[in-house]
């Protein structure tokens, strides 16, 4: 189990609380036990209409200096940006020169924007070198990977 600083375990005791009284559209939080794990329900919009997606979060002890470890699970969505071993490709996700993770960022928010990845999709397939990708990562977090975020259309 992770041992939260007590900046991380304020802040996620805050996001839990403001989740609790106003949860994104279409999402639903569906553990959060331990407090470093939650497990978020999301209803697929528009052409994902019905579809049920489970997003895992992993807080480090560095939240919210560093971003959580985002990955879907059970039901992973195909989309041209998420693997079909659950990892996803949004720069807001990671913590690198090119990406674009901030403190300002909250789990709410993050949920949102995946909605509205998923929104904005036009077909349903998977990322180019997805079975290569997830045979070389062999259940590695998605925060090792040194992503190439080229599409700004989402």
């Not at 579809?51 to 895992?56: G, I, P, S």
């Not at 674009?100 to 397939?125: D, E, F, H, Y």
Request: glycine residues 4%; hydrophobic residues 30%.
């Amino acid at each position: 189990m992770t041992t939260l600083t007590p900046v991380a375990q304020r802040r996620i005791t805050s996001e839990m609380k403001d989740w609790i009284n106003l949860p994104p559209e279409g999402c639903k939080l569906t553990s959060c036990e331990p407090m470093t794990q939650w497990v978020v329900e999301i209803e697929g919009p528009l052409m994902y209409t019905g579809e049920v997606f489970h997003l895992r979060i992993i807080f480090t002890e560095r939240y919210p200096l560093e971003p959580p470890d985002f990955c879907f699970i059970n039901n992973i969505p195909c989309h041209n940006h998420i693997y079909s071993n659950g990892h996803i490709c949004l720069d807001i996700l990671y913590d690198s020169p090119n990406a674009g993770w901030s403190p300002a960022l909250t789990i709410n928010k993050v949920a949102l924007s995946l909605r509205s990845m998923l929104a904005s999709s036009t077909s349903k397939q998977r990322p180019p070198g997805d079975q290569d990708y997830c045979k070389r990562v062999k259940g590695r977090s998605s925060k090792l990977t040194r992503w190439e975020f080229e599409d700004d259309t989402v």
